[in-house]
């Protein structure tokens, strides 16, 4: 099965090329990367060609400025669909995401058609927030959950593996969301068609090296968002 992940990056220097060697080093056959930098003021775009001129299972998308998560993970999920992937993944290229969860995501993706990383559930969790960020995250978590009426306890989360069947389906030329909340109705959607979601526990480790990119205007757009969502009829 082909799998490709998605990492979108924005001033990423320092974490990239770490990354993107700690992945192969795990040696999952049929994995390749597609790295969607949006013209990072740092340099990580130029690092992202060097890499993929090393290493060929990279591909770079270059998008002229910085244009959010949302439509940085469609640019590439459309790559990824042309290159044939069978499962696609999101993973955030600040180490956050641990590597060594890709055999638990592969494993339970057999059996599933969503399988997401989720910090709120048993097991999972989050490492280095400050209480702001958990109380944010934890009540917007609970938020969309009511407003949408899904039961599935992280929606925001940005560890995550579809089958191709859900990219296809959801139809990524009407997703609405640019910014984070992306996450939110991509979940939503594959759970109103009726996928299988599966939630796996992580823990999420905040950077070390880096900023977050994390900010009010996404936490306000996610709000009004999950609103949006939940009386569209879609
Ligand atoms: N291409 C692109 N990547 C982004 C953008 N915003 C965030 N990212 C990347 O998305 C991932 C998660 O962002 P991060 O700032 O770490 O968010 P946090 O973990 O929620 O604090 C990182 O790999 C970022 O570099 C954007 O507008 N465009
Ligand atoms: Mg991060």
């Given at each position: 099965?082909?799998?490709?992940?998605?990492?979108?990056?924005?001033?990423?220097?320092?974490?990239?090329?770490?990354?993107?060697?700690?992945?192969?080093?795990?040696?999952?056959?049929?994995?390749?990367?597609?790295?969607v930098d949006d013209?990072?003021?740092?340099?990580?775009?130029?690092?992202?060609?060097?890499?993929?001129?090393?290493?060929?299972?990279?591909?770079?998308?270059?998008?002229?400025?910085?244009?959010?998560?949302g439509s940085a993970?469609?640019?590439?999920?459309?790559?990824?669909?042309?290159?044939?992937?069978?499962?696609?993944?999101?993973?955030?290229?600040?180490?956050?995401?641990?590597?060594?969860?890709?055999?638990?995501?592969?494993?339970?993706?057999?059996?599933?058609?969503?399988?997401?990383?989720?910090?709120?559930?048993?097991?999972?969790?989050?490492?280095?927030?400050?209480?702001?960020?958990?109380?944010?995250?934890?009540?917007?978590?609970v938020y969309a959950?009511?407003?949408?009426?899904?039961?599935?306890?992280?929606?925001?989360?940005?560890?995550?593996?579809?089958?191709?069947?859900?990219?296809?389906?959801?139809?990524?030329?009407?997703?609405?969301?640019?910014?984070?909340?992306?996450?939110?109705?991509?979940?939503?959607?594959?759970?109103?068609?009726?996928?299988?979601?599966?939630?796996?526990?992580?823990?999420?480790?905040?950077?070390?090296?880096?900023?977050?990119?994390?900010?009010?205007?996404?936490?306000?757009?996610?709000?009004?968002?999950?609103?949006?969502?939940?009386?569209?009829?879609?």
């Amino acid at each position: 099965m082909k799998t490709i992940i998605v990492i979108p990056t924005y001033n990423e220097k320092n974490n990239l090329s770490g990354l993107v060697k700690e992945v192969f080093s795990l040696a999952i056959a049929d994995l390749s990367l597609i790295i969607v930098d949006d013209n990072s003021p740092d340099g990580t775009g130029i690092l992202a060609d060097e890499l993929a001129g090393e290493m060929p299972g990279i591909k770079v998308i270059h998008r002229a400025g910085k244009s959010g998560l949302g439509s940085a993970y469609i640019a590439g999920f459309k790559l990824a669909m042309a290159a044939g992937a069978d499962y696609v993944m999101e993973m955030d290229a600040d180490f956050s995401h641990d590597c060594r969860y890709l055999f638990d995501f592969l494993k339970e993706i057999k059996n599933a058609d969503l399988v997401l990383g989720s910090r709120y559930i048993e097991s999972g969790g989050i490492k280095n927030w400050n209480w702001l960020r958990r109380l944010i995250s934890s009540l917007g978590n609970v938020y969309a959950r009511l407003i949408l009426g899904a039961p599935i306890y992280d929606l925001t989360g940005g560890f995550k593996c579809y089958r191709r069947a859900v990219l296809e389906k959801i139809n990524l030329d009407e997703l609405d969301s640019t910014g984070y909340v992306f996450q939110i109705e991509t979940t939503y959607l594959a759970w109103k068609q009726g996928f299988a979601i599966k939630e796996i526990p992580i823990i999420f480790a905040e950077r070390e090296t880096g900023k977050s990119k994390f900010n009010f205007k996404i936490f306000f757009e996610a709000l009004f968002r999950v609103l949006f969502l939940r009386f569209k009829d879609r």
